[in-house]
């Protein structure tokens, strides 16, 4: 086969190659191809005769090209003002048009989300007020000049800020105002025909013809059939054929949009409908999805609290194992959580393991297991031997080796030799694998994190314990401000580090604590229910879809023409055009040219340019 040049002139009229490969050019003239979105198919060169570089010539092929070339993509065309020397001269409705244009522009679009994925960095790094109050506060007693800044800034609360919801409507908006359009446009392509070929296909970027024996008729059919079997949409159009593919990279470009809109709607619906709440329960105790039932609790402003989901559960054992040797001492092995629940108030009670990162799943909420540590069990009796306090005490770990702290309180029932009612307070701190020291926090340390050699240490008070005054208090503190400590033999703070089964007896025939021989195991649980999960997932499942298809799929056409020529020879020209420049579309066009070269075989060289070809050999 023969191939035209790059300059564009005509073709030959001998054969010089009988063989069934077709060749293919990739076109490096001035103009001849197509940018990413349209294609002016301007060529500077010359053509067949110098009348076609200039004048009504060139432009009309500007335009046949440039019609061929169109509409390979659905993205926006930039719309151009009429302006004056001293500035523009639009109006309130050409700068309401401009500034729409450029809110749902692609640039803006990506800036906003590269903004919103900005603004969401402080919500990770400062606490926040919708997650944990007492951390803010914390964070504001700690830097006192930061927190009126930060406070302004409304750093505190960043996904409910004015700034934060503005940049999430304006993307949503750009979203929108950038799909609709796009989506009817694509849609019109859609239901719309393959363009014709334009008139010089040797000026496409991918371009190959040859010259047979057979009819143009049944070249066309010929090429019709091979076009439709490689999923071309094609048809005939005069004496060519017109084709084109690749339609699911604008599809998966809109896919990819429609998904973003999906995600930010999921996000909102969770931020606005979600609930969220922490429980720490002992061995043997449950636990009831009630709002009374939470130790704290937070959702978003639209939820309910009748939309709870009912179910409840009971802590049966909490299961933890820990690495003894090498370098990864006390590092947890198995950690996990035995329960019962039950769905629904009159639900069938079922077992369920819970485990980090595998939560228990019921009615749409989850529970996750995010906590655990020790609850020694003690017992408290008054100065007649009677028992005021009997159970488990929660204490919280303080380090990796569960050395925990916390207090244990007796409010109510305790009286002391004289039959006066008081209250008792016991600063706590246990260790489940002693090892060594005395005194509390400041000596005591444990060596491991499982009950090897478990000691509680406490420190007694009396008076009052400040929880009738109606002001909230940390159940894990012990307020001394109203209390007296009683005293040892030395005048110091009466305390003593117990075994399991010892007992610290109070002076004066006040009672007395006994660490008794049981240290039950607590966890802590986060219920949330977040409604908008699964569509956050699907469309981030789609998103990623769609913009594998928009970056490696592409859209291209291809045009097969078959004349006769003058000799009555008939002629066949192939030519592509894609929306970017890719090698891939000259290495298909070839594949395509070669399967039609077998159906339209060249047909053999003229008798007078064989010998000019053998005389110039010689």
Request: glycine fraction near 12%; aromatic fraction near 8%; include cysteine.
């Amino acid at each position: 086969m023969s191939k035209a040049s790059t300059s564009g002139k005509s073709m030959s009229d001998t054969e010089t190659d009988s063989s069934t490969d077709s060749s293919t050019h990739s076109g490096t003239d001035s103009g001849a191809g197509a940018d990413s979105d349209t294609a002016t198919g301007a060529d500077s060169e010359t053509g067949t005769d110098s009348s076609t570089d200039s004048g009504t010539g060139s432009e009309a092929d500007a335009r046949e090209l440039g019609a061929a070339g169109s509409q390979l993509s659905t993205a926006p065309r930039e719309e151009r003002y009429d302006t004056l020397v001293g500035g523009p001269t639009l109006g309130i409705i050409g700068w309401a048009r401009w500034f729409w244009r450029q809110l749902t522009s692609m640039r803006v679009a990506l800036i906003l989300l590269f903004l919103l994925s900005l603004g969401a960095i402080p919500g990770s790094l400062i606490p926040q007020d919708s997650v944990d109050e007492l951390k803010v506060q914390d964070f504001k007693d700690r830097h006192e000049t930061l927190a009126p800044v930060f406070d302004k800034l409304q750093l505190f609360h960043v996904y409910s800020s004015v700034w934060f919801s503005a940049i999430y409507i304006l993307l949503f908006i750009s979203l929108i105002g950038c799909i609709v359009p796009r989506t009817w446009q694509f849609v019109g392509q859609l239901r719309g025909r393959p363009p014709g070929a334009p008139r010089r296909l040797d000026r496409l970027p991918a371009y190959t013809t040859w010259r047979t024996t057979a009819e143009p008729e049944a070249v066309r059919t010929a090429a019709l059939a091979i076009l439709k079997k490689r999923r071309f949409r094609a048809e005939g159009a005069g004496d060519a054929v017109a084709a084109e593919k690749g339609y699911l990279r604008e599809a998966g470009n809109l896919a990819f949009h429609i998904a973003l809109i999906v995600m930010l709607l999921a996000f909102a619906a969770g931020q606005l409908y979600k609930s969220e709440g922490g429980k720490l329960v002992v061995e043997g105790d449950g636990f009831a999805n009630t709002l009374t039932q939470y130790d704290d609790f937070r959702s978003g402003s639209l939820f309910d609290t009748n939309d709870l989901a009912p179910f409840s559960f009971r802590l049966d054992k909490f299961i933890g194992t820990y690495e003894r040797s090498g370098p990864q001492l006390g590092t947890p092995r198995t950690y996990e959580a035995n329960v019962h629940y039950t769905d629904g108030a009159d639900g069938e009670e079922r077992k369920s393991v819970i485990k980090v990162n595998e939560p228990l799943v019921v009615d749409g909420s989850k529970v996750y297991l995010i906590g655990h540590g020790y609850a020694p069990v003690v017992t408290v009796r008054d100065g007649r031997g009677e028992v005021v306090f009997n159970g488990a005490v929660p204490l919280l770990p303080i380090d990796s080796n569960a050395s925990s702290t916390g207090a244990i309180k007796v409010m109510d029932g305790y009286r002391d030799k004289n039959g006066k009612k008081d209250q008792l307070g016991f600063a706590a701190f246990f260790v489940p694998t002693y090892g060594g020291g005395e005194g509390g926090a400041t000596k005591m340390f444990s060596r491991f994190p499982a009950l090897d050699f478990p000691v509680l240490n406490v420190g007694a008070y009396h008076g009052s314990l400040g929880v009738d005054a109606g002001v909230p208090q940390n159940v894990y503190q012990l307020d001394t401000r109203k209390m007296k400590a009683f005293k040892d033999a030395k005048g110091e703070l009466l305390k003593k580090t117990l075994l399991p089964g010892e007992k610290l007896t109070l002076p004066d025939g006040a009672g007395s604590i006994t660490f008794e021989k049981d240290v039950k195991e607590w966890a802590t649980f986060q219920i949330s229910h977040q409604p908008g999960d699964g569509w956050a997932l699907t469309g981030a499942i789609a998103a990623i879809a769609g913009l594998a298809g928009s970056l490696f799929i592409q859209r291209r056409r291809v045009w097969v023409r078959a004349v006769r020529g003058a000799d009555g020879v008939t002629v066949v020209e192939m030519a592509g055009l894609g929306r970017s420049e890719s090698a891939k579309l000259p290495e298909e066009l070839a594949e395509l040219a070669g399967t039609l070269h077998s159906e339209a075989p060249s047909a053999p060289a003229p008798a007078r340019e064989t010998a000019e070809v053998e005389g110039a050999e010689k």
